[in-house]
Nanobody
Framework: QVRPVESGGGLVQAGGSLRLSCAASGLTFSRYAMGWFRQAPGKEREFVAAVNWSGRSTNYADSVKGRFTISRDNAQNTVSLRMISLKPEDTAVYYC?????????????????WGQGTQVTVSS
């Protein structure tokens, strides 16, 4: 059973940083592009960042460019999202997703497997 599992969420003050991790089991990890999405209260889920199978190609939402960095470790079957200069508007549940043979797509309909999410709360 394919199961991405997120960790690393929490409460942080504005301007602070967090690192989210996603461990994916039950799949050949290097065949998958990986993405991070988020859903704030009362809003639709939106794209945050994606990385291709090798880690050499990435894509970011405009709202997080320069503040968030996505990376992956195929030996450990993990993908990370380093977040700095956090803002209250970054508050959301963050989801990790896997896209078989995919590119760095921002289209969530292209992703095959999703984690349960981890809460990130940024206080002002």
């Amino acid at each position: 059973q394919v199961r991405p599992v997120e960790s690393g969420g929490g409460l942080v003050q504005a301007g602070g940083s967090l690192r989210l991790s996603c461990a994916a089991s039950g799949l050949t990890f290097s065949r998958y592009a990986m993405g991070w999405f988020r859903q704030a209260p009362g809003k639709e889920r939106e794209f945050v960042a994606a990385v291709n199978w090798s880690g050499r190609s990435t894509n970011y939402a405009d709202s997080v460019k320069g503040r968030f960095t996505i990376s992956r470790d195929n030996a450990q079957n993990t993908v990370s999202l380093r977040m700095i200069s956090l803002k209250p508007e970054d508050t959301a549940v963050y989801y990790c997703a896997a896209h078989l043979y995919g590119s760095v797509s921002s289209d969530q309909s292209e992703y095959d497997y999703w984690g349960q999410g981890t809460q990130v709360t940024v206080s002002s």
